[in-house]
């Protein structure tokens, strides 16, 4: 799905969690079978089983066990528009990434160390 199908999708005229129109009213469907019967539109997917646009994602493990360098290396791949996990590349897309732990040098340091390694960097729109 190009980029603009995907603004018009997630148009100013949805609620604020960006729901689709028609998807709006199943939110508040009496029943599954509404749901299983409504025409739903396919979403922007932006990596394969990972990350799908309009929805949230959640990284949960243990302190330690790579969560940040999983989401920066996801962020990375996303902005490049190259394969991450195997998956097709996708479209390089703008990437607003949100660190509350790590210092600027280590964010830096960070994902220098993954452009390198996934041989791409983005461009300057991304």
Known sequence: M?????????????????TP??????RK????????QAEIP??????????????????????????????????ACVAAGTTSFGNEPCEAKKVFYIDAELGLHQI???????FNAIGAEPGGQF
């Open 2 to 18: 190009n980029d603009q199908k995907h603004i018009q999708q997630f148009s100013q005229n949805s609620e604020s969690t960006n």
């Open 21 to 26: 129109n028609p998807l709006r009213k199943l």
């Open 29 to 36: 469907a009496e029943s599954v079978l509404n749901i299983v």
């Open 42 to 75: 396919q979403p922007c997917i932006i990596v394969p089983a990972i990350l799908t646009a309009g929805e949230a994602t959640l990284l949960a493990a243990g302190a330690g066990s790579g969560k940040t360098y999983i989401s920066q290396y996801i962020a």
């Open 108 to 114: 830096q340091a960070r994902f220098g160390n993954i």
